[in-house]
């Protein structure tokens, strides 16, 4: 008969891919890997048995205490199983490379987690906002890549959230590594984020010509890239139909969801903007450019809230601080394009923050909750032979990586939650999993590999390796050194590293190759530096001050705490550096001891409560510390693995089945490179971790009724009872380890004492007993396996339904009028979308002039700031000097509109007079 578990079959990469082959011809995508892991195949096709109905067969087998083929739902229920009899946090760990179904199981996951959680009309109402959140996320996050059809542009730590009963109560998004260069710039045959095809494609003609988008992905520019994908099809109408049910699910309101889509709308029409250099028009004027189509300028202002004239501006000119100067730079048409690009991505980084913090002031449960599932769901590895990865693709692969050690050094440590038998006099022999120790080395340096229990913030890290060095670079970008390039970063690189065995040297152009677990890969360091540096122009925060800018929405958003910003000595309304934080805004939740545990960790729960500063939410910084991107990343990554460090872990590895996303087909020469690149046969030759221990007398006390059915004599001494128990049930020392001090159980024999437990207390609460029910049968055999088929036909289980409750109350002492809870949405009242959809938020005229507060072009007022005496004396010797030029032909005929550049002409002017005069007197 075959087997559901690799564990179970030789360690060899032909017999692991055999197992694995067969039964993904059976459609049995989902294989086990010891108790704590799964193994999935993307099928690329929908398949029947993840649909509601064996969903809750799932459901009923883990409420009898039964167990069915491998399965994500079978997982899930083993998830719920041990947060729900041992207390103890659990966290899931989504990994595999692009392509490979991480999503999906993300969704399938959650989904039946939130299934055996919710209970209630309040906990249904909760569970459909966190999966209308999941929705949300993916619109705005996700993107149609060469490699996968709806790929995940960010990273993502979710949190949910429990009560003492195992109801859901809340949820926690955590998201951070947003790909905001795929806005504006997208590779070949690849799409930009799916929420702008959805807009295109779902919203109605009335919808369409207030937002001005009544076009083909073909007229924006920033769609023209894919050269495959431009056009939307019916899977994004689909979408915006699901985005806005859950929108509305997650209680935001029909003018708020306007305002987020005219930002969309804006942002699209910022890409179409022209530039043109002055200096090829017959106008004699200043270098700074100027946007050649005027109607599209005015079209982004209306949306924005803002007066045409400072958009230009804006768009045209950048404020720099140099030397502790503030300086306005006059930009060309290619760097105003630059400019552009930036602030497109800008505005849709903080609608995304707006969106991901909205969502979690609405469902994160207000105090510490008793128990979370956390879910980490992470781009997978990205290497695409048709091109060089970019700075984001850098980000994404040091993440796996990353990712990928935390995995192996828990298969590879003794050390759990519940403790560390090898303290307790227990031999279990591992061996060390390895396989990116040195790829680590490589790009953060030896003395950052392993570092959880570092608290070094982002802004004062020194990593080293390749990443240290990018800092450094980026630094002194910042500081305003002028040596600082790409090309001397990729030659730094070949100086310091190119002997190192993961450093590969790469025969493309301007770039490097670095050998990851999952391959190799070449990077183009075109741009590393400055996105790494990733500061936000200061211009783009003052254009959106209050008193400039009519749509509180956006003004709102550019005043969140998580923009940081530095505002001038002189004056604090003007900001002179900005950077937007790459990290959460949200922290992980955490746990500390109440008391010393006697094994490293205390061995069952009850002895921990979580703790995060303020509500686990981030205070906001200065931009003078502002971190790096890589740094950010490094600190979050930490901070996620130390939070799961301290749970029951469990691993789901993803495998791509083919490269050309294509169903029932499965490419052994790509399964088996994925199965040697995350060392499944390394993992399954480690021995299974103990899930549970406990100290004798605790173990006694806890299943003493066990004991006694099955006649062991309690006049023993507690060791004994648990001796003779072990001998009664047959157990090896792999399923039951007596320790010096504590007993260790396997996940099997551990949920078949549970689930004895669980049917005698729901025996006592008035449930008759079946009178066949045989206990020592029961412990035996406590699970139900059909290894040929998914679900048994029908199959009987051992027992009544079970309902394991911490407190076992009764449905009428859990109802709202006992508890004190509200059966209306903690969401306030319902969204008043009304009739009409979102055209009731352009309210009676959907003409865009009805749009929320969209200004008129209105000349702008310049802020006047404090100057000193000595500024005040050479502004006088100025006019002194330039008298004779009256302002209103600068404006006119120089076309020079902006008061302060027309004083810095006559400043410049001013400063040639000078040195012709001494030029001529050195002379003469």
């Not at 048995?49 to 899930?76: F, K, M, P, S, W």
């Not at 759990?416 to 031999?427: K, Q, R």
């Not at 929320?852 to 209105?858: A, I, M, Q």
Request: net charge negative; glycine share 6%.
């Amino acid at each position: 008969m075959a087997t559901d578990d690799l564990c179970a079959v030789p360690l060899t990469d032909e017999s692991l891919y055999s197992t694995l082959s067969s039964r993904y011809r059976k459609d049995l995508i989902w294989t086990r890997l010891g108790s704590t892991g799964l193994v999935s195949i993307n099928p690329y096709k929908p398949l029947i048995h993840t649909n509601d109905e064996h969903l809750a067969t799932h459901v009923e087998a883990y409420r009898q205490g039964g167990e069915l083929q491998a399965h994500i739902y079978e997982l899930a229920t083993r998830i719920f199983f041990s947060m729900r009899r041992s207390g103890l946090d659990q966290s899931v760990v989504l990994s595999g490379i692009t392509g490979s179904g991480k999503t999906t199981s993300n969704v399938l996951l959650i989904n039946a987690v939130l299934k055996l959680a919710t209970h209630s009309k309040k906990e249904t109402k909760m569970a459909n906002a966190i999966r209308s959140a999941h929705q949300i996320l993916a619109s705005f996050g996700s993107a149609r890549t060469a490699q996968n059809a709806s790929a995940s542009r960010f990273a993502k730590w979710q949190e949910l959230q429990f009560n003492e009963r195992g109801r859901i109560i809340g949820a926690k998004f955590l998201t951070f590594g947003l790909d905001k260069h795929r806005v504006y710039s997208v590779p070949k045959e690849e799409r930009t984020f799916d929420v702008f095809y959805a807009l295109l494609a779902g919203t109605s003609l009335e919808e369409k010509n207030a937002l001005q988008i009544n076009y083909s992905p073909d007229h924006f520019y920033f769609l023209t890239n894919a050269s495959r994908s431009r056009h939307v099809d019916t899977s994004d109408q689909i979408a915006f139909d699901n985005l806005k049910t859950s929108l509305k699910a997650c209680g935001f309101k029909a003018k708020t969801v306007v305002q987020m889509f005219q930002i969309l709308a804006a942002i699209l029409h910022l890409g179409n903007l022209q530039f043109l250099d002055t200096k090829d028009n017959a106008v004699s004027t200043l270098d700074a450019c100027v946007v050649k189509n005027k109607d599209t300028l005015e079209l982004v202002a209306g949306l924005l809230g803002v007066s045409s004239e400072r958009l230009e501006m804006t768009l045209t000119y950048k404020l720099t601080l140099v030397s502790k100067e503030l300086c306005t730079v006059f930009l060309n048409s290619q760097q105003a394009a630059q400019q552009r690009d930036a602030f497109a991505s800008a505005l849709y980084v903080v609608l995304f923050q707006y969106i991901v913090e909205n969502i979690n002031t609405r469902t994160c449960y207000e105090q510490e909750p008793p128990n979370f599932v956390g879910i980490l769901d992470m781009p997978g590895f990205q290497t695409v032979p048709q091109r060089d990865c970019g700075f984001e693709d850098f980000c994404i692969n040091f993440a796996s990586e990353r990712q990928m050690q935390f995995v192996w050094q828990g298969y590879s440590s003794n050390q759990t939650v519940v403790g560390n038998p090898t303290l307790d006099e227990i031999d279990t022999p591992r061996r060390e999993i390895g396989g990116t120790i040195g790829c680590m080395e490589l790009l953060v340096g030896k003395q950052r590999k392993t570092d959880l229990e570092d608290k070094t913030p982002a802004e004062s890290l020194e990593l080293g390796g390749l990443i240290g060095v990018l800092d450094k670079e980026a630094r002194r970008l910042q500081a305003g050194a002028t040596d600082v390039s790409d090309a001397n970063l990729l030659a730094s690189y070949g100086r310091q590293f190119g002997a190192h065995p993961s450093f590969a040297k790469s025969g493309h152009a301007f770039s490097f190759g670095i050998n990851h677990f999952a391959g190799t890969a070449h990077y183009n360091v075109d741009g590393f530096t400055e996105k790494n540096q990733d500061s936000l122009s200061p211009d783009f925060v003052n254009l959106f001050r209050e008193g400039s800018c009519s749509n509180e929405f956006i003004q709102q958003l550019f005043q969140s705490e998580s923009l940081m910003v530095q505002a001038h000595p002189q004056d604090d309304r003007t900001v002179i550096k900005a950077q937007l934080p790459t990290r959460p805004m949200r922290s992980p939740s955490t746990r500390r001891p109440k008391r010393k545990p006697p094994v490293e960790h205390d061995p069952m729960p009850g002895f921990e409560e979580k703790v995060t500063s303020e509500e686990g939410k981030r205070k906001p910084d200065e931009v003078q510390n502002a971190a790096t991107v890589l740094d950010q990343l490094y600190v979050t990554l930490r901070d996620l693995f130390s939070t799961m460090a301290n749970t029951q872990k469990w691993n789901i590895f993803h495998i791509r089945p083919n490269d050309t996303q294509q169903p029932d087909s499965i490419d052994a020469r790509r399964v088996k490179a994925q199965i040697k690149a995350m060392l499944i046969p390394d993992i399954c030759a480690q021995p299974s971790p103990y899930i549970a221990s406990y100290a004798y007398d605790e173990f006694v006390n806890r299943y003493g009724v066990i004991l006694g059915s099955l006649g062991i004599d309690d006049q023993m001494d507690q060791r004994g009872q648990v001796t003779a128990l072990a001998r009664r049930m047959n157990w090896t020392s792999s399923q039951c380890a007596l320790g010096e001090r504590y007993v260790w159980l396997s996940f099997s024999e551990w949920r078949g004492l549970e689930n004895e437990i669980r049917a005698r207390d729901k025996q006592q609460r008035g449930v008759v007993q079946d009178p066949d029910y045989d206990i020592f049968e029961k412990l035996k055999s406590p699970s139900i396996n059909s290894n040929e088929q998914l679900l048994p036909p029908n199959a009987p289980f051992a027992s009544g339904r079970f309902d394991d409750s911490a407190s076992y109350l009764s449905e009428d002492d859990y109802s709202p009028s006992r508890r004190g809870y509200d059966e209306a949405s903690q969401f306030g009242g319902e969204s008043e979308w009304g009739d009409r959809g979102l055209l009731a938020g352009f309210g009676p005229n959907t003409d865009m002039s009805q749009m929320y507060g969209t200004s008129k072009n209105e000349e702008e007022a310049i802020e006047e700031m404090p100057i000193s005496t000595a500024r005040v004396w050479w502004v006088r010797f100025v006019w002194l000097m330039t008298w004779w030029i009256p302002s209103f032909l600068l404006r006119w005929i120089g076309k020079i509109k902006r008061e302060d550049v027309r004083m810095a002409w006559r400043e410049k002017f001013t400063l040639c007079i000078l040195i012709f005069f001494f030029s001529a007197v050195v002379i003469f």
